[in-house]
C-alpha cells in the first residue's frame, strides 16, 4: 500500500459522505461539529465539560461557546461534577433530547438509503472491511466506555436478544431450554405489541457488533414499568455498560411518567444486582424456586422514582 492509495480511498469516501447531505438537511439549524456534541451528551447520561473535550479533540473556548448556545436554545444544563468541584458536569434536557433524537433518526435514514443501494449479499464483507479498517488504523487499542452506543433495535436485534439470552445463561448458570421459552414469550410480546411512548428496548453497540440490552416494558400494576432481560457481553464487561442501560430505563421511565420501576431477577445474578442498587433499587421480596433446571432464590426489586432524586 502507498500514501496515494489512502489518498485516493479519502477523496472516494469524501465523495460517499458527501452524498449524505452532511452539514445541509441532516444537521440543520446545527453545524457538524454541535451535531456531534449532542450525540456524545445523548449518549452519556451525564458527563464533564472538560471529558467532552477531550473525546471530541475540541479546543476549549470553542466548546464553551457552543455549550453557551445549547444552554441559552434550553438544549443542556451544567452544574457542578458529581466527582470533581473543579469541574463542570453537562447533560441533555428534555428538549435536547429530543434535538439529538430528530438528529440521530435523520442520520439512520440518510445512511439507510445509502445501505439500501448495496446489494444484500454485498453487506457482510462490507461490513468486515470497515471493521478491519478500523482495527489495523485504531492500533489495536483496548475499547472505552465512549465507543459504546446505545440505539434503538434494528431489523434482527430482537431475535439476537433471545439467542443471546438463551446462549449466556446457559453457559454462565446452566439454564436450560425453558429459560430460551421465557426469553422468546417476552420479546414476541413487545415485537407484537408495544407503546412506543410507554415501552422501549435499548441495544448496546460496540464496534459495529450489538453487546448489551435492556427493554422497560408496562408492569401489571398501574404507575409502574419493568426492567427485563438486562445483559453485556463478557468480552464487553468492564466498560460500564450495565450501569447506562439500566440508568437508560430509569430515565425513560420518569419521562414516561411512572411512579415506580420494578424487576424480577436471582440471587446467583450478583453484578446485575450491584448495578440496581447503585441506581437506587431496593430488594422487597426474595423466594426459593426451581426453574430454568436450577434450584434458585427469585428476588423482586423496586426503584420508587416518586422518592428518588433524579
Not at 41 to 48: E, G, I, K, N, Y
Not at 165 to 188: C, H, K, M, P
Amino acid at each position: 500500500m502507498t500514501v496515494q492509495d489512502i489518498r485516493s480511498f479519502n477523496r472516494f469516501y469524501t465523495n460517499v459522505i458527501g452524498a449524505l447531505d452532511y452539514g445541509r438537511h441532516l444537521y440543520a439549524p446545527y453545524t457538524l461539529t454541535e451535531s456531534r456534541v449532542l450525540y456524545e451528551l445523548a449518549h452519556a447520561p451525564r458527563t464533564d465539560a472538560a471529558d467532552l473535550r477531550a473525546q471530541l479533540h475540541l479546543d476549549a473556548g470553542y466548546l464553551s461557546r457552543i455549550l453557551n448556545r445549547f444552554e441559552e436554545d434550553g438544549l443542556v444544563e451544567r452544574g457542578p461534577s458529581e466527582t470533581d468541584p473543579r469541574r463542570r458536569s453537562v447533560a441533555l434536557t428534555g428538549r435536547g433530547r429530543e434535538a439529538a433524537a430528530l438528529l440521530d433518526e435523520r442520520a439512520r435514514e440518510t445512511v439507510g438509503a445509502l445501505l439500501d443501494t448495496v446489494r444484500t449479499e454485498d453487506r457482510p464483507r462490507l461490513a468486515e472491511a470497515m471493521r478491519t479498517v478500523r482495527t489495523i488504523l485504531g492500533g489495536g487499542r483496548a475499547p472505552r466506555p465512549e465507543d459504546v452506543v446505545l440505539r434503538d433495535p434494528a431489523p434482527g436485534d430482537l431475535g439476537w436478544i433471545v439467542q443471546r439470552n438463551a446462549a449466556l445463561y446457559a453457559a454462565e448458570y446452566g439454564f436450560n431450554l425453558d429459560y430460551e421459552g421465557l426469553v422468546a414469550r417476552i420479546v414476541a410480546e413487545y415485537a407484537e405489541d408495544h407503546d412506543p411512548h410507554l415501552e422501549r428496548t435499548w441495544i448496546a453497540e460496540l464496534d459495529g457488533r450489538p453487546v448489551g440490552c435492556v427493554m422497560c416494558v408496562r408492569d401489571d400494576v398501574p404507575g409502574a414499568a419493568r426492567l427485563r432481560l438486562l445483559l453485556v457481553e463478557p468480552d464487553a464487561r468492564g466498560l460500564g455498560i450495565g450501569d447506562r442501560l439500566v440508568g437508560a430505563v430509569v430515565g425513560f421511565a420518569r419521562e414516561a411518567g411512572y411512579r415506580e420501576v420494578v424487576l424480577w431477577t436471582n440471587d446467583v445474578l450478583a453484578a446485575a444486582r450491584r448495578i440496581y442498587q447503585r441506581h437506587g433499587f431496593v430488594l422487597v421480596e426474595e423466594k426459593p424456586h426451581r426453574s430454568f433446571g436450577q434450584d434458585l432464590v427469585g428476588q423482586d426489586w423496586r426503584l420508587d422514582l416518586l422518592a428518588t432524586p433524579e
